[in-house]
C-alpha cells in the first residue's frame, strides 16, 4: 500500500518538476557532444529480478532509444555510449555471449529507426567476426543519414584507444618513409588526436555515468580532458529524463575554464 501511493505521487509531481527543469534550460546552450557511461544493468537485475544479468542487460538495451530521443530534443548532435568494455570481454563465456548479443540487437534496432548515423568505435578485432561484420555494414548503411551521431563504443578501453592511436601514428609515419627520429619529432597532441577512434570528431563537453560510481573507467581519456562530468545515482536501466534534464541542468551552471 505504502509503495503504491509513492508511486502515485511521484507520477504526479515528476512531470510537474520536468517542465520546470525545461524551462531552466536553454537548449541553444546544450553540449552538442554528450558521453554516457551506461552503468548499472547488473545490480539493477540483482536488486529488481533476483540477480538475473541477462534481464538487467535487456532492460539497459530498451533505455538507449529513449536516451537518443531526449538528446535530439535537447540539440544534442553527437552522443557516445559505452556499451561494452574491453575489461568486459573478460566476463563469465555465456553472460558475454548474451550480451553481445543483446547489444548487436540494440543496434540493428538504432539503424532500423533511421534517425541517426551510427559509429562503432573500439578494438573492434576484440570482437566476435559475425559482430565485426554487423557493425561495418551498419557503419557503412547509415553514413550521412543525419547530422545527429550515435557512437556505439563496444569493446573500448580508453588505454587501448590511446595505445592504438599511437601505433597508427607510427605505421603511418614509417608509410610515408620517416625515420624513427622525426616520427617521433613530429608528434603532437593533434596528430594524436588525428588517430583516435573519434577523429574528426569534436570531445565531448559532458560525460554522463550512472549507478552512483564516480570515475570514468578509462572512458574517453584523452577526449575528456576538458568535459564537465555528472554522476547520477540511479542505475542505467531507471536512469529517467528528469536525470538527463539535470545533467543539463548542472552543465548550464558550471563556468567552463578548459584548464585556464
Same mark, same amino acid.
Not at 539497459?60 to 557516445?80: H, P, R
Given at each position: 500500500?505504502?509503495?503504491?501511493?509513492?508511486?502515485?505521487?511521484?507520477?504526479?509531481?515528476?512531470?510537474?518538476?520536468?517542465?520546470?527543469?525545461l524551462?531552466?534550460?536553454?537548449?541553444?546552450?546544450?553540449?552538442h557532444?554528450?558521453?554516457?557511461i551506461l552503468?548499472?544493468?547488473?545490480?539493477?537485475?540483482?536488486s529488481?529480478?533476483?540477480?538475473?544479468?541477462?534481464?538487467?542487460?535487456?532492460a539497459?538495451?530498451?533505455k538507449?532509444?529513449e536516451?537518443?530521443?531526449w538528446?535530439?530534443?535537447?540539440n544534442?548532435?553527437?552522443?557516445?555510449?559505452?556499451?561494452?568494455?574491453?575489461?568486459?570481454?573478460?566476463?563469465?563465456?555465456?553472460?558475454?555471449?548474451?550480451?553481445?548479443?543483446?547489444?548487436?540487437?540494440?543496434?540493428?534496432?538504432l539503424?532500423?529507426?533511421?534517425?541517426?548515423?551510427i559509429?562503432?568505435?573500439?578494438a573492434?578485432?576484440?570482437?566476435?567476426?559475425?559482430?565485426?561484420e554487423?557493425?561495418r555494414d551498419?557503419?557503412?548503411?547509415?553514413?550521412?543519414?543525419?547530422e545527429?551521431?550515435v557512437?556505439?563504443?563496444i569493446?573500448y578501453?580508453?588505454r587501448?584507444?590511446?595505445?592504438?592511436a599511437?601505433?597508427?601514428?607510427?605505421?603511418s609515419?614509417?608509410?610515408?618513409g620517416?625515420?624513427?627520429e622525426?616520427?617521433?619529432?613530429s608528434?603532437?597532441?593533434?596528430?594524436v588526436?588525428?588517430?583516435?577512434?573519434?577523429?574528426?570528431? #569534436?570531445? #565531448?563537453e559532458?560525460v554522463?555515468?550512472?549507478s552512483?560510481?564516480?570515475?570514468?573507467?578509462?572512458f574517453l581519456?584523452?577526449?575528456s580532458?576538458?568535459?564537465?562530468?555528472?554522476?547520477?545515482?540511479?542505475?542505467? #536501466?531507471?536512469?529517467?529524463r528528469?536525470d538527463f534534464?539535470?545533467?543539463?541542468?548542472?552543465?548550464?551552471?558550471?563556468h567552463?575554464?578548459?584548464?585556464?
Amino acid at each position: 500500500m505504502k509503495n503504491r501511493v509513492k508511486r502515485a505521487i511521484k507520477a504526479v509531481l515528476y512531470p510537474l518538476y520536468e517542465r520546470r527543469l525545461l524551462n531552466q534550460l536553454d537548449f541553444s546552450e546544450t553540449p552538442h557532444h554528450v558521453g554516457v557511461i551506461l552503468d548499472g544493468n547488473r545490480r539493477w537485475a540483482k536488486s529488481n529480478l533476483g540477480a538475473n544479468p541477462e534481464e538487467g542487460h535487456r532492460a539497459g538495451a530498451m533505455k538507449i532509444i529513449e536516451l537518443l530521443n531526449w538528446c535530439q530534443e535537447a540539440n544534442v548532435n553527437i552522443v557516445t555510449l559505452w556499451l561494452l568494455s574491453t575489461d568486459n570481454l573478460n566476463r563469465d563465456q555465456g553472460e558475454l555471449d548474451s550480451l553481445l548479443h543483446i547489444i548487436a540487437a540494440a543496434v540493428d534496432r538504432l539503424d532500423e529507426i533511421g534517425k541517426w548515423e551510427i559509429k562503432p568505435l573500439g578494438a573492434q578485432e576484440l570482437l566476435p567476426d559475425w559482430l565485426q561484420e554487423k557493425l561495418r555494414d551498419i557503419e557503412k548503411r547509415s553514413k550521412g543519414r543525419t547530422e545527429k551521431i550515435v557512437n556505439v563504443a563496444i569493446g573500448y578501453g580508453g588505454r587501448h584507444e590511446i595505445v592504438d592511436a599511437f601505433r597508427n601514428y607510427i605505421r603511418s609515419g614509417i608509410e610515408h618513409g620517416l625515420s624513427a627520429e622525426q616520427i617521433a619529432d613530429s608528434i603532437t597532441i593533434d596528430e594524436v588526436g588525428r588517430h583516435l577512434y573519434t577523429a574528426g570528431m #569534436p570531445d #565531448p563537453e559532458l560525460v554522463i555515468r550512472t549507478s552512483g560510481e564516480q570515475r570514468l573507467s578509462g572512458f574517453l581519456l584523452w577526449q575528456s580532458a576538458h568535459s564537465e562530468f555528472y554522476f547520477c545515482e540511479a542505475y542505467w #536501466p531507471d536512469f529517467r529524463r528528469v536525470d538527463f534534464l539535470r545533467a543539463l541542468r548542472a552543465y548550464s551552471q558550471r563556468h567552463r575554464r578548459f584548464g585556464r
